[in-house]
Structure formats: C-alpha cells, structure tokens
C-alpha cells in the first residue's frame, strides 16, 4: 500500500494553494470542521481499507494497493 499525490502536477499545484487559501481545509467542500481538514477523514478511512484503490475526493492523493 502507497499513498502518493496525483501525477497531474498542475492539479496538485491548484488543491495545494486551495488548501493555503482554507488553512488546510478540503478546497473542494464547504464549510470548515475537521473531518474535511486535510488528509480528510474519507480519505483516511479509505487509505485503512485494503481493497480500496484510488483518488481522494479532491484528487489530491492516490492510494495503490500495491
């Protein structure tokens, strides 16, 4: 198991100045609480699964199972 940012660096560029711009909260929601601060929650309960393979919600991480 890994987990990596999205190759798509442009991406990761624009979701890490998001998350600049919402002091580290999910640019993708609304709102601020700490399940959406990030790594979020979802994610990390997806990154605990082990047959789960893919994106976080915001596109920012990638867990392989490998």
Do not use: T, W
């Not at 979701?15 to 909260?25: M, S």
């Not at 990154?47 to 976080?56: A, L, Q, R, S």
């Amino acid at each position: 198991m890994s987990v990596r940012y999205n190759d798509d660096k442009k991406l990761v560029e624009k979701i890490k100045e998001g998350l600049r711009k919402k002091d580290g909260y999910c640019p993708c929601r609304v709102g601020k609480s700490e399940d959406i601060k990030c790594m979020c929650k979802e994610f990390r309960e997806q990154i605990k699964d082990p047959d789960f393979e893919g994106y976080c919600h915001c596109m920012l991480y990638y867990k392989s199972k490998d």
